[in-house]
C-alpha cells in the first residue's frame, strides 16, 4: 500500500529528471511556444512539420495570440512575434527579416482616391493596439513625414479583424501585407497613399534571458529561420 501511495510522488520526479535531461540535448524535449495567430495558422505548420520529421523525438505545445505575451511569467521557450524593432532589454532577440506595411481601405470607399495624409482624421484610422488603445501613425513620403492619431473610434489587437473592418468601408487600416493579400488579390481592399509608407516590421524570435539557449532552441531557431530565408513565407 504504502508502494502505491508514494508511485505518483516517484512517477512525477522521474518526469522531472527526464526533462532535466531533454533540455539538454538537441533533439529531445519540449518546445512551448507563442505565435501570432494568422502566421501561427498560415506560416507555422509546414516549418513545424519539417522540424518534426528531422526530430520526431522533440514534442510541440503552441500558443496562438495576437496580444502580447510575457514569454518568462507564462513559461515559453521562445516566441515568434512581428512587430515594431525591438528594444527589449530584459529578453534574448533574434531579427529574421523586415515585413512591410501598407496602408489599405475599401475600393468604392472615399479613401481609395486620398492623395496626402491630411486627408485622414483619426476617426477614419482604423487601429493595432494590444490593449484598446490608439496609435501613432508615422508616415514618410521619402522627404517629409506625417504623425496621426489612430484608433479614436476602432482599435482591435488583430490583423483579420481590421482588415475585414476596412473591406467594409469602416476606415482605413496599416497592416503587415500578409494581413491584406487575399483581400487585394480579390479587389475587397485596395493600396492607398502609395506614395507614403509606415515604418517597417519585424519577424523576430525572443526568448528568456538564457545565458545560452538550450541546443533544441538553438536547433529549432536555426532551422526556423533557414525556412523562412530558403521558402521565401509570404511576409510582404
Not at 8 to 35: F, M, W
Not at 44 to 56: C, V
Not at 147 to 169: P, Q
Not at 170 to 179: S, T
Amino acid at each position: 500500500m504504502f508502494a502505491a501511495q508514494i508511485k505518483p510522488a516517484v512517477d512525477t520526479l522521474e518526469n522531472a529528471r527526464k526533462d532535466v535531461r531533454d533540455a539538454h540535448k538537441a533533439d529531445q524535449g519540449r518546445l512551448r511556444i507563442s505565435a501570432p495567430t494568422w502566421f501561427g495558422k498560415a506560416v507555422l505548420p509546414q516549418i513545424l512539420s519539417g522540424f518534426r520529421r528531422l526530430n520526431p523525438k522533440i514534442s510541440f505545445e503552441i500558443s496562438l495570440s495576437d496580444g502580447l505575451v510575457n514569454i518568462v511569467d507564462d513559461d515559453y521557450d521562445l516566441a515568434i512575434r512581428i512587430s515594431s524593432q525591438p528594444s527589449d532589454k530584459f529578453t534574448i532577440w533574434r531579427k529574421i527579416r523586415i515585413v512591410p506595411r501598407i496602408l489599405v481601405a475599401a475600393p468604392a470607399s472615399r479613401y481609395a482616391g486620398m492623395q496626402h495624409p491630411s486627408e485622414l482624421t483619426p476617426d477614419d484610422c482604423l487601429a493595432y493596439s494590444d490593449e484598446s488603445r490608439g496609435e501613432n501613425w508615422v508616415l514618410s513620403d521619402g522627404v517629409s513625414s506625417m504623425t496621426i492619431s489612430a484608433g479614436r473610434a476602432f482599435s482591435a489587437n488583430n490583423g483579420e479583424v481590421l482588415a475585414d473592418m476596412a473591406a467594409d468601408g469602416a476606415g482605413v487600416a496599416m497592416l503587415p501585407g500578409f494581413n491584406v493579400s487575399e483581400h487585394l488579390r480579390i479587389g475587397r481592399l485596395v493600396h492607398v497613399l502609395r506614395g507614403w509608407a509606415p515604418a517597417d516590421l519585424w519577424l523576430t524570435l525572443y526568448y528568456p534571458p538564457y545565458q545560452a539557449l538550450p541546443p533544441r532552441i538553438a536547433s529549432f531557431s536555426k532551422f526556423f529561420e533557414e525556412q523562412v530565408a530558403a521558402h521565401m513565407v509570404p511576409l510582404s
